[in-house]
């Protein structure tokens, strides 16, 4: 495994956790008792929570150490960095080999979080298997990788007896483990080109293709119909035909020998080769090429 013994791996992953800081003491064990480890505390409790804080670093080291080689969770991770940089709430922040994402208001104060106060178990990341569950549940409302993110955020803050933050990696995977399992129990039709990825029901992607093409269309009337280069009927021809080319190129079982002529000519009556060459091709595919690229960033966020 990674060309090493296993006992060198075990060390490697640890290692971290007995650093010194500059005043010689044992800054992520300092952390990660939050000051709760009072001599009350029994050796058999300290032992426990011990071999959690080990068990979660060998973990953590681990998926660091393979998500290279795995294309479809370096996606999800792309995504949910993507969708945290977006928000105020959240931060990224390196622990050791691992980066974490945590909740604002989680470093150095995670029992003043609201309605939690003198609650909240500092160090103590929740269980993968926990927050895969109650993903899972929220997986059919949350469209994307933010919306999903929102959920797994919300989650962390109701529940005290665990930290208000999250190993980046390890949120990705459960992420990616909550859609594939319900996509488990979903009936889907069409080709599936990447096997490891989820896969959307075609009435899903048709829903992005109308979401996407009515923003464009939105967008850009000012400069096509505002300015005169083009009449309101034949604009939303433009919109129609792109929609019948982006489900042809997009929603199974597509058609991909259809020309952008034959797209157009289906909502513009009569109209010829040269005519479309002529007077529609720069307009036309200027705006599938904006539409198509905005859909392609928006599937691949979602899956």
Not at 5 to 19: K, R, T
Not at 71 to 98: C, F, I, M, P, T
Not at 178 to 187: G, K, N, P
Request: aromatic content about 6%; some cysteine; charged content about 30%.
């Amino acid at each position: 495994m990674l060309g090493e013994d296993v006992g060198d791996l075990a060390m490697d992953a640890i290692a971290g956790l007995f650093e010194r800081d500059d005043h010689g003491r044992f800054s992520e064990l300092r952390r990660y008792f939050g000051g709760q480890a009072s001599p009350d505390h029994s050796e058999e409790e300290l032992i426990r929570d011990l071999r959690r804080l080990v068990q979660s670093t060998v973990t953590d080291w681990l998926f660091e150490a393979y998500r290279a080689a795995d294309r479809s969770l370096s996606n999800q991770l792309r995504a949910l960095k993507r969708a945290a940089g977006q928000r105020e709430d959240v931060y990224l922040q390196r622990r050791g080999a691992a980066q974490w994402i945590e909740c604002v208001g989680q470093k150095g104060s995670s029992g003043r979080e609201e309605g939690t106060s003198q609650k909240r178990r500092p160090g103590r990341p929740m269980p993968l298997k926990v927050l895969e569950a109650h993903l899972t549940g929220e997986v059919a409302e949350a469209s994307s990788t933010g919306d999903l993110l929102e959920r797994a955020i919300e989650t962390l803050r109701a529940h005290p007896d665990y930290e208000a933050a999250y190993p980046l990696t390890r949120l990705a995977q459960a992420m990616r483990s909550a859609r594939a399992r319900v996509q488990s129990v979903t009936e889907h039709s069409g080709p599936v080109s990447h096997p490891d990825r989820p896969v959307l029901r075609p009435e899903e992607t048709r829903r992005y293709i109308q979401n996407i093409l009515s923003k464009v269309r939105a967008e850009k009337r000012s400069t096509y119909v505002g300015q005169g280069k083009v009449d309101e009927t034949t604009y939303s021809a433009y919109f129609e035909a792109l929609q019948d080319r982006l489900e042809a190129r997009f929603v199974p079982p597509g058609d991909p020998e259809m020309t952008h002529h034959e797209a157009l000519m289906e909502h513009l009556s009569g109209l010829t080769k040269e005519t479309y060459r002529d007077e529609h091709r720069a307009r036309f595919e200027y705006l599938e090429q904006q539409a198509r690229e905005a859909l392609i960033t928006r599937l691949q966020d979602v899956i």
